[in-house]
């Protein structure tokens, strides 16, 4: 690729003229000259690539972020009046430290139907060392490997029950710069028919699981 050389207005112009000499320059020579120097002094932009994504949430030092997602209130937190308690991941081992990071909390949840996204880490030894590791009371009897943003995460699901409660949980799982990332798909409540008269649920479960979906495509792993 040749380099560009700028070439003032007045230089171009003045060559048009010369290279006209035997004769009268064209008008339409003159006119592209002052063109091609017009662009010459005056480039194009240059393209950068797509533009970097508008993240609701970022934590650089971890590597994960989140891209808006409608329908969704962000939390700091995971402290909520829900069966999963506000541990760092569901089924977390009680001796196992980790840090509750960000979660997606589906709008109309309630204590009779409630539906979150949740994203922990840990750089515990242990946390790391038992990461991949399904909990007990995990349903699913081979885990699967998902695709979140381009890297493989680990996929089981979970239940528990207690007299009337109850909950089910999607969870990932993935190792990345010496931490354990959990990601949770959580949809907990209380079964409805126990109410008298029988209490409506702000969304059933199949659409819960849906919505869930969509908030899990928001997760960008940035490094």
């Known amino acids: 690729m040749k380099p560009?050389?700028?070439?003032?207005?007045?230089?171009?112009?003045?060559?048009?003229?010369?290279a006209g000499c035997e004769r009268a320059p064209r008008q339409e020579d003159v006119e592209a000259a002052a063109q091609a120097a017009a662009e010459v002094a005056d480039p194009a932009p240059p393209v950068t690539g797509r533009e970097a994504p508008q993240f609701q949430f970022s934590d650089d030092d971890i590597g994960i972020a989140l891209v808006p997602a409608p329908g969704f209130t962000l939390r700091h937190d995971f402290t909520r009046d829900y069966l999963s308690g506000g541990?760092?991941?569901?089924?977390?081992?009680?001796?196992?430290?980790?840090?509750?990071?960000?979660?997606?909390?589906?709008?109309?949840?309630d204590r009779i139907t409630a539906a979150e996204?949740?994203?922990?880490?840990?750089?515990?030894?242990?946390?790391?060392?038992?990461?991949?590791?399904?909990?007990e009371g995990a349903?699913?009897?081979?885990?699967?490997?998902?695709?979140?943003?381009?890297?493989?995460?680990?996929?089981?699901?979970?239940?528990?029950?207690?007299?009337?409660?109850?909950?089910?949980?999607?969870?990932?799982?993935?190792?990345?710069?010496?931490?354990c990332i959990a990601i949770d798909l959580l949809i907990t409540g209380t079964r409805p028919e126990v109410?008298?008269?029988?209490?409506?649920?702000?969304?059933?479960?199949?659409?819960?699981?849906?919505?869930?979906?969509e908030a899990l495509a928001a997760v960008r792993i940035t490094r």
């Open 117 to 135: 996204l949740r994203i922990g880490t840990s750089s515990d030894r242990q946390a790391v060392a038992t990461c991949l590791d399904a909990p």
């Open 87 to 109: 541990e760092w991941k569901t089924f977390a081992a009680p001796d196992v430290r980790g840090e509750p990071l960000v979660a997606l909390v589906l709008d109309g949840s």
């Open 195 to 213: 109410y008298d008269p029988p209490a409506t649920p702000p969304f059933d479960n199949a659409t819960a699981r849906a919505r869930l979906q």
């Open 139 to 179: 349903t699913t009897e081979d885990p699967d490997e998902v695709r979140i943003d381009g890297q493989p995460f680990l996929h089981f699901r979970a239940d528990d029950a207690a007299m009337s409660h109850y909950l089910s949980v999607d969870a990932y799982r993935h190792m990345r710069n010496a931490r």
């Open 4 to 18: 560009i050389v700028r070439v003032p207005l007045f230089a171009a112009l003045a060559a048009a003229l010369l």
